[in-house]
Every structure is written in structure tokens, then in C-alpha cells.
């Protein structure tokens, strides 16, 4: 490679950030490492509205920082982008913002650059009050009208962990029985990430492994929802009000649906039925079900990552899909403990299973040679010459697979039973979107 690959990293600051980049760190000492042969001739500009200093950087990534550039930009204006790609002839912007995605991906469309993220973000849902219980449907909606008028871009969108891996987890085990359809995808998650020492632990405070901010949108500003083929479901409650059983052969546990896009975009492409069902530490937990009388106060309440830099962390975080059929189901999840993900990459399990699914969707546009447009990772994983697979578990290295004999059916017949609770009818509370 004559001259350096150029890669622009936005919201370089964050938390995610820093484990791509410490995944970086490691692929470019590690020749086999699928990203290796770019990283080893890479320029790399880390761009955040509130950037932090090079000594920051140098202490998780010592190698890799000497190929870093650092910027301090506010991207509300795509613009921005836009001359900074230019002036630094970028050739991949991988997106950990919360920059706007259609902004993002339409300057990259412009300048025919490749382009990956995690999530969808819309800066105009964000300032309209009235669709605040379902901004991220509303930002989805947004998003379709506009995705397939993206036509010179080579993207990737929404592959972190869930959304992202947990795409090709569920194509992986369709694939495997592919003539039977499942009746359902459900994405599943318990992480029980906490601190080992409880004297850290302060009061009114939300504990998230990811940003506290984004998880209470998800956890009290959203409606729960769940999906039947194109048809969205929205049920008027608290999510917290409402738990769904979750069984992966002897491990049980019950957790709330939130919305989020793979669940969206699988239960219409797939035409089944699919919701995220999750379950965070106990405190915030109770912290949540406390005050469901009056869920705005927990927005006075103090947010804090839990991130090992702070104090040790022990538990776990668990992600994956579970597959139903008939007359038995089918799991695949991957589980990482707080002190594997800090003792190989100094930062939390959640962190580490996120940043694995922008290195493989980056590998699989470097590497793979997938077509122009805007791509999802179910797509891409069906396709038999992707190997995103291959690149997810380079870094997330253990994966659970089996069989769960019989079904504990679909949705709403894993609804715990509350004695507290009149007995309800869920159907009748919910309003089709």
C-alpha cells in the first residue's frame, strides 16, 4: 500500500471508541489479525466535540496513537464532514456518535467513501417532545424512506453487538434448519455487571455498562414494543412494568422488551415475530421498578458507566438470540465476564462485544467487497462469501449454541405473572404502529 489508509473515527472520545481502538491496538501488532495489513499503513483521525488529550489515547493504545490524529468538531453541520474528508482524503468513517445518520451517510454518499455505525441516530427526533415515547420508531421510519437513495456509499449500519452480531447469530442458526421457519427471533441480554466493592455504590444513581443516557431513553422514555412481520406493536405501560421468561438450556432468567432496530428489521424481513428482552444489574433495576409512579425523576437522578477505571467490576453481560419453533427452540449467545474484557482490553464486557461487531462490519467492507448502498448485517450474512462471522469472532471467541426441548411459546405467554397484578389482557393494550 503506497500511500496511508485513511480512517476518520467520530465520537472518538466515548467509551466505544476506546475499545474499537484498543482493538485496533491489538490487530496491529497481531499479523493474522484481519485488519492487520490496513491498520499497519493506517492514518487515523479521532474526531469528538469534546475531544480528550493524546496522553488519553496513549494509555490503552501506545502503538496505534502515533498514527492518530486528534480533532475537536462539532458535526451538527454535515458539512463539517464533508471538508474533513476531503482535506484528509478519508476512505472509512466509522460512526460512534450521535451525529446524525442520514447526515453522516449522505456526505459519505457524496464522496463515495464507506461508512459504518451502531445505531440510527436523528438529531430532529431528538428535539421533538412529542414522539419522545417513540423516538426510536420514529427514527427508524425516517431512516427506510431514505436508505435506498444512498447509491455510491459502501455502508454498514447498526453493527455493534445488538443491534449487529446478534443478526448473524440468528442467520447462522436459520441457515443450519433452514427448512424450517422459527415462529419467532427473540435478541436476549442479561448483564449483571456491577462493582465488586458495594461501598462505591452511591444513591439516586442509574448504573448502566453503556451509556446512561441512551439506556434510560430505552428503559423509561420509550413504550415497550414488540414486532409481527411489518407491524409494530406498542404497549402503554412501563417497560419496567412487565418481564418475559427467557430460558438457554439450564439458564433462566426474565427480563423487559425495549425497542430496538435488529428486532424491527428482522420481524420484517424475516416475517416472524421478534423483541429484545433485557435484564440490567439488580440495583438499577430496582432503582427503575422504585419509581415507576414517577419515572421523569430518574432523570434527576445521577448516571454513571460502569467502567473498570473506576473501581472493579464483576458479573458478566450476555447477549444473544433465541430461535422459536413449534415444538422446541433454538439459542446462540456469547458471554464475556468483566475481568476477561479488562485483563486483554482495559475495558468492560459490553464495550468489548460492541466494538467486535464494528471490526467485522469494517472488515467485511475492506475485505468482503460488498456492493454500493446501505447494508444491514442479516444481509450481509446471508450472503454465502461474508465472512463477518470470521471477523466477529476473532475477538469474541466463545459462543454457546443448543436446544431447548418443547417452547415456552411466543411472546406474550412469557409474561411473568404478577399476584400483584389484575389479570389482563395484553392484546387489548396494544396500539398498532
Not at 490487530?27 to 485488519?35: F, G, I, K, R, T
Not at 434448519?177 to 422459527?182: G, H, I, L, T, V
Amino acid at each position: 500500500m503506497d500511500n496511508p489508509f485513511v480512517i476518520t473515527v467520530l465520537g472518538s472520545s466515548g467509551g466505544v471508541a476506546r475499545a474499537l481502538l484498543t482493538l485496533f491496538e491489538h490487530s496491529l501488532l497481531d499479523e493474522q489479525a484481519p485488519l492487520h495489513y490496513y491498520l499497519s499503513n493506517a492514518k487515523i483521525h479521532g474526531i469528538d466535540r469534546e475531544q480528550k488529550p493524546r496522553s488519553y489515547y496513549r494509555e490503552f493504545a501506545p502503538e496505534l496513537s502515533s498514527r492518530l490524529k486528534l480533532h475537536q468538531l462539532d458535526l451538527t453541520h454535515a458539512e463539517s464532514l464533508k471538508q474533513h474528508c476531503m482535506r484528509t482524503k478519508t476512505q472509512l468513517v466509522i460512526d460512534l456518535s450521535w451525529a446524525d445518520t442520514r447526515s453522516m451517510i449522505a456526505c459519505c454518499d457524496e464522496l463515495g467513501i464507506a461508512y459504518v455505525n451502531t445505531a440510527l441516530e436523528d438529531t430532529e427526533v431528538d428535539e421533538m417532545p412529542e414522539m419522545e415515547a417513540a423516538s426510536l420508531l420514529e427514527r427508524i421510519d425516517r431512516f427506510e424512506k431514505v436508505e435506498h437513495t444512498f447509491k455510491q456509499v459502501r455502508a454498514i449500519v447498526c453493527s455493534g453487538m445488538n443491534p449487529g452480531v446478534v443478526q448473524w447469530m440468528a442467520v447462522k442458526l436459520m441457515k443450519e434448519n433452514a427448512e424450517q421457519k422459527p415462529r419467532a427471533i427473540y435478541v436476549v441480554e442479561k448483564d449483571d455487571t456491577f462493582y465488586v466493592d458495594r461501598s462505591l455504590v452511591k444513591p439516586k444513581t442509574v448504573y448502566a455498562t453503556w451509556s446512561p443516557e441512551c439506556f434510560l431513553e430505552e428503559a423509561i422514555s420509550n413504550y415497550p414494543v414488540y414486532s409481527i412481520g411489518d407491524t409494530t406493536y406498542m404497549l402503554f405501560d412501563d417497560v419496567y412494568n412487565r418481564e418475559y421468561t427467557v430460558r438457554l438450556g439450564d439458564l433462566t432468567f426474565s427480563g423487559c422488551i425495549m425497542a430496538h432496530e435488529e428486532t424491527i428489521a428482522l420481524a420484517d424481513d424475516y416475517e416472524l415475530e421478534t423483541a429484545f428482552i433485557y435484564r440490567v444489574n439488580d440495583y438499577t433495576t430496582e432503582q427503575i421498578k422504585d419509581n415507576l409512579d414517577n419515572v421523569d425523576e430518574l432523570w434527576e437522578y445521577d448516571q454513571k458507566l460502569l467502567h473498570p477505571d473506576d473501581g472493579e467490576l464483576d458479573g458478566s453481560d450476555l447477549v444473544g438470540v433465541l430461535l422459536v419453533y413449534d415444538d422446541h427452540e433454538r439459542y446462540m449467545y456469547n458471554v464475556i465476564k468483566n475481568t476477561d474484557a479488562y485483563a486483554e482490553f482495559r475495558t468492560n464486557a459490553t464495550y468489548v462485544q460492541v466494538a467486535s461487531g464494528i471490526y467485522a462490519a469494517a472488515a467485511v467492507i475492506l475485505l468482503d467487497g460488498i456492493s454500493p448502498g446501505v447494508h444491514w448485517v442479516h444481509d450481509i450474512s446471508e450472503s454465502e462469501d461474508s465472512r463477518y462471522g470470521d471477523y466477529v469472532t476473532y475477538y469474541l471467541r466463545e459462543f454457546v449454541t443448543g436446544t431447548n426441548e418443547g417452547t415456552d411459546g411466543l411472546l406474550l405467554a412469557r409474561l411473568v405473572d404478577d399476584e400483584d397484578d389484575d389479570d389482563e389482557d395484553e392484546e387489548a393494550d396494544a396500539a398498532v404502529l
